[in-house]
């Protein structure tokens, strides 16, 4: 009797829920107020992800880089297997398009042997007061002032002016042995600007290598006029070109992952990411000058962003000044001062951004977001939950086949990666999709398969609100002018395992029939079995029928559960929502061990509605 009462109260909403209405307050009596809820998730028609790596260039990564380009294969695989099957179902293949940039910002060495300057007065100092001079002659301006005894002593890296560079210097690089891959001596570091190899004298690979719709059409193209495989030697290199994902080594040792990947999307958001191709296939290289004149088309309208950390330090992104900025200081116990600013317990003398002011641009965006962070882990391999910050064994490192090297000889996890982990668990908190994995993997395979799965479309969706009961919720798809296209079968019953509810015929179409379910709600945003509620919905691919294609979107029409932390009593719900208390009940569908509020009519008998 309670159930029929509470439906009545709810149908109503539902039945406008699934005529399209949304955003709207609906009052059925007296001052009681149900607000139903509803979720869209539109998949772009231009594109279905957008995919930046931000690669350390720095001395240690000639092999991980190598790594990288070895397993490349496998993603782009995965993905051709899906669009190939996203074909044979007469669905139109997604979009994923790649670019690259390095850890590299600014490269901020202390000055000499010991810290000589500091910030007075917005400029760097000596004893004397006599200013440092930059490479320009002028004098070197600061933001940070500081007490030298105090910043000395205190030996967190918080200390005095550094000697702030933006260029590359081969004059270490090459005499450490290191490859230069896509750095030019005396260069600007890219400093989020995209990248990709060229010969220094006539040609350049794509900056943005565009694997899109057309590739998988009759001429095997994409629309610049490119092969798959020309795609794939520009980012991995081949014996004729070299690879955009080889950056090389002679980077900042003060790698700023987080930063370079924000600069690069404020870069690009603003159209001042530049390609040496126009999205026609036109050449805008200027061999001479090495500059790039086409402006890079990255991201695409409402696509996916895909950021992929690759690094074997931790990240040190800090502002770009010779003393608000960490200064690279030598100490006796070779402690890092990116990692001692991590750990001071000194808030007056931390200088890194906090990760969470990074990650909250990137969640801000607007954008469907994943990202890949194959950083300093404790383990040689790891993924998800199973990852911690710490320095990984590495048994495969060049010249010590089979060794354990930690941290040294340039292989090997060379400090923690707490910032990095710190990043992925707040960008996880926040929604994204997300994977982990070590730097020391000996293979990068699976961890690429796994990014390629975060590129598909998503198999379900994330609800903003839980809705109140299950078997009154909708999932339809809408075609691109938001009219309705088709509305799916489901939710599978509750308690069905996952196998029964993907292969079992279980929910009624349209006219009655007996068909397999097309969604269901689960526990968590993986796949997993049918529960009675929740803000997850999984989405059957293998029945075919609930498919939207590029430009359409899921909408999943449901009464939200009302106030969100539900309810237990008639008086929480006129003390969360307002009105009177004789115009709300507590109503809890079977099967959810939670109450909703529900609006009582005059004289209701239902149990949720008596004092």
Not at 354 to 376: K, M, Q, S, T, W
Not at 508 to 535: M, Q
Not at 571 to 580: F, N, P
Request: aromatic fraction near 8%; include cysteine.
């Amino acid at each position: 009797m309670a159930r029929s009462s509470a439906v009545r109260a709810l149908a109503p909403l539902a039945m406008l829920a699934a005529a399209g209405c949304q955003d709207y307050n609906f009052n059925p009596v007296g001052h009681c107020l149900v607000q139903p809820g509803n979720q869209r998730v539109t998949l772009s028609d231009l594109s279905s992800a957008d995919i930046l790596f931000v690669v350390d260039d720095s001395g240690s990564m000639a092999a991980e880089q190598a790594k990288l380009a070895a397993n490349f294969t496998r993603f782009v695989d995965n993905l051709d297997r899906f669009n190939a099957e996203r074909a044979a179902a007469g669905r139109s293949p997604i979009d994923f398009h790649i670019a690259v940039t390095t850890t590299s910002v600014y490269w901020n060495p202390e000055y000499a042997s010991s810290f000589t300057y500091t910030c007075q007065s917005g400029t760097c100092v000596n004893s004397a007061g006599a200013p440092m001079l930059g490479k320009d002659g002028q004098a070197v301006k600061c933001s940070r002032e500081t007490n030298v005894l105090a910043d000395q002593l205190g030996g967190n890296g918080a200390a005095g002016c550094g000697q702030i560079e933006h260029t590359y210097d081969f004059a270490f690089c090459t005499s450490q042995g290191s490859p230069v891959g896509l750095a030019v001596d005396g260069a600007a570091y890219p400093q989020g600007d995209f990248v990709s190899w060229d010969d220094k004298a006539s040609a350049a690979n794509p900056r943005v290598l565009h694997f899109d719709k057309e590739l998988y059409g009759a001429t095997q193209k994409n629309r610049q006029g490119f092969t798959r495989q020309q795609l794939i030697d520009w980012f991995v290199g081949s014996a004729s070109v070299g690879g955009n994902v080889i950056v090389g080594t002679c980077g900042s040792g003060q790698e700023q992952a987080l930063q370079a990947g924000r600069l690069a999307l404020q870069k690009a958001l603003a159209g001042r990411q530049k390609d040496t191709y126009t999205i026609s296939g036109q050449a805008s290289w200027a061999p001479s000058t090495r500059t790039a004149s086409a402006t890079a088309e990255w991201p695409r309208k409402d696509s996916k962003l895909v950021l992929v950390f690759v690094g074997d330090e931790d990240d040190c992104s800090s502002p770009d000044d010779p003393s608000a900025g960490i200064v690279m200081r030598a100490d006796p116990t070779g402690a890092d001062a990116c990692v001692r600013d991590y750990e001071s317990t000194d808030p007056t003398k931390k200088k890194q951004f906090p990760v969470n002011e990074i990650v909250d641009y990137f969640a801000g965006l607007g954008r469907p977001l994943g990202a890949a962070f194959i950083f300093p882990a404790a383990q040689t391999s790891c993924s998800g939950d199973t990852c911690t910050a710490g320095l990984c064994c590495q048994t495969d490192c060049p010249n010590h086949a089979g060794v354990c090297i930690q941290g040294t000889d340039n292989c090997g996890g060379q400090a923690p990666g707490n910032r990095l982990l710190a990043a992925a668990n707040a960008l996880r908190a926040k929604g994204a999709d997300v994977i982990t994995g070590s730097v020391c993997d000996p293979d990068f395979g699976s961890l690429l398969d796994e990014l390629a799965d975060i590129v598909k479309p998503p198999v379900g969706l994330q609800l903003q609100t839980e809705p109140a009961e299950g078997q009154i919720s909708l999932l339809r798809i809408a075609k691109t002018n938001g009219q309705p296209r088709k509305t799916c079968n489901g939710p599978a019953p509750a308690g069905t395992t996952f196998a029964a509810a993907v292969d079992q015929p279980l929910c009624k179409d349209a006219t009655g029939a007996a068909v397999r379910c097309d969604w269901w709600f689960t526990a968590t945003a993986d796949p997993g079995d049918a529960v009675e509620v929740s803000k997850f919905i999984y989405i059957n691919h293998a029945t075919g029928n609930c498919e939207a294609d590029p430009g359409e979107t899921y909408s999943a029409d449901y009464i939200a559960l009302n106030p969100p932390g539900g309810c237990t009593t008639r008086t929480e719900c006129q003390q969360a929502l307002g009105g009177r208390v004789e115009d709300w009940g507590c109503y809890t569908p079977p099967g959810t061990g939670r109450g909703t509020c529900v609006c009582c009519a005059p004289g209701s008998t239902a149990p949720e509605c008596q004092p």
